[in-house]
């Protein structure tokens, strides 16, 4: 137990303070009892957010910080399927020990350091009846999803996948015999529940699972990282992160990506791609090569921000909410950048920013960067290209909440208004 004299005041469950997490809990005996079992299990205790008890009394957990939280509707179509068998394997071994893994569901995960964590701890309890939350939640959000997959691209989706929708209205937006069988699934899924039988409900699951991915696996073509600068430009940029003491990076694009993934693993990454087929890629490299310190997804703008422009190639750079969570030691795009990208994508970087510029546009951005910070220094790429390195930001980024910031939409509250959103975009799509 750690030191717990300093008072903390919770509006929700969950407090975030001084770069820490804590959270009420409703049984604080239950809660030691599935810590103990956690940290006594290296497959579990790797699976799991690092969670200690804060205060007795007060019934209070303290969580490790997570950098970085990717959220579902950022997930590729790959990163969906490993997160929910990942989550049915927690399952099946909590299930050895009592434990109820009834709220272990996509959005309760993210990937972090190169791995999958489940980072929302109230998804564990010792209560089998909670058990068909899970199993109506596999179908709701995980399923339906992949179902809807079958008709419309991954892209098509964007913030929508894997969000929670009516089950009573899936027969209106999927193929009949597509419904059938997940109708039939569903209910067998259930009567496993009434019987008791939780690890064979959970192995069912896993396989309906199974099925959906053999039938959409290996979409995307293999990535591997490109060598993008000659030697000495390669040591100018890294030079100029060790002088300062970079620890963090969030890069922006598929050449920002192949410049920053081998990079130092101290150095952790978080990388955004537009692209959905490059983001599953590069995803699929990073885990085939276990990299650790790598966060990825497509960081599709989760603001309902009517000034974020439609046809900005990188519209996630303006999302308030973005940078919130991905404000970094450093910033980097390699591709085309024009000025609004330059001054948002400022706002990620507390001590440097690297962006190329073209000879066309070369003098508006250093004047753009000078604007912003104290020193610029360039290094050239090619006769057409040139690097530009900005330090000494004159002011940081502050963040400030606005009436239309992200919230969770996987919520019962907003099941009818995802199904009507999602209904729209198959109809749209079909046409």
Request: proline fraction near 1%.
């Amino acid at each position: 137990m750690i030191d717990n004299s300093e008072e903390i005041n919770f509006s929700d469950t969950v407090k975030q303070k001084d770069g820490k997490i804590f959270r009420i809990v409703d049984n604080i005996d239950e809660t030691k009892r599935i810590i103990d079992i956690i940290k006594n299990s290296d497959y579990l205790s790797d699976c799991v957010v690092d969670t200690k008890i804060y205060s007795d009394e007060k019934k209070i957990v303290q969580h490790e910080f997570l950098k970085g939280i990717i959220h579902s509707e950022e997930y590729t179509e790959t990163m969906a399927y490993d997160v929910s068998e990942l989550a049915l394997e927690m399952c099946i071994e909590l299930e050895k020990f009592g434990i109820c893994g009834w709220d272990l569901l996509p959005h309760n995960y993210t990937f972090n350091n190169g791995r999958w964590i489940l980072y929302d701890f109230e998804g564990l309890s010792l209560e089998t009846r909670k058990i068909k939350a899970l199993a109506r939640g596999f179908f709701k959000i995980v399923f339906s999803s992949f179902e809807f997959t079958k008709l419309i691209s991954r892209k098509e989706l964007g913030q929508y996948y894997l969000n929670r929708v009516k089950c009573s209205q899936i027969f209106t937006m999927i193929p009949f015999v597509n419904w059938l069988k997940y109708f039939l699934n569903l209910q067998y899924s259930l009567y496993l529940i009434r019987t008791k039988q939780f690890k064979k409900m959970y192995e069912f699951l896993h396989k309906i699972l199974q099925n959906y991915y053999s039938e959409n696996a290996d979409k995307s073509y293999v990535y591997q990282p490109k060598l993008l600068f000659n030697n000495n430009l390669n040591n100018f940029i890294v030079e100029n992160l060790q002088n300062q003491c970079i620890s963090d990076i969030f890069s922006v694009g598929e050449e920002a990506a192949n410049f920053s993934l081998p990079l130092n693993e101290n150095i952790h990454k978080t990388i955004y791609i537009d692209d959905y087929e490059l983001c599953d890629s590069v995803y699929k490299y990073v885990r085939n090569n276990k990299m650790k310190n790598v966060n990825i997804g497509v960081l599709y703008p989760l603001e309902n921000d009517n000034e974020i422009p439609a046809n900005y190639k990188y519209r996630a750079v303006f999302d308030n909410y973005a940078k919130k969570r991905f404000v970094s030691d450093c910033a980097m795009c390699l591709g085309n950048v024009e000025i609004d990208l330059v001054k948002n994508l400022s706002d990620f970087a507390n001590k440097l920013l690297i962006v190329k510029a073209n000879k066309n546009n070369i003098d508006v951005i250093k004047e753009t960067l000078l604007s912003l910070y104290n020193e610029i220094k360039t290094a050239e790429y090619d006769s057409e290209e040139t690097i530009i390195l900005a330090f000494n930001k004159k002011t940081q980024f502050e963040y400030k909440e606005y009436d239309n910031s992200y919230k969770n939409f996987n919520r019962g509250y907003n099941a009818d208004k995802q199904t009507e959103q999602i209904k729209h975009i198959l109809k749209k799509a079909v046409k």
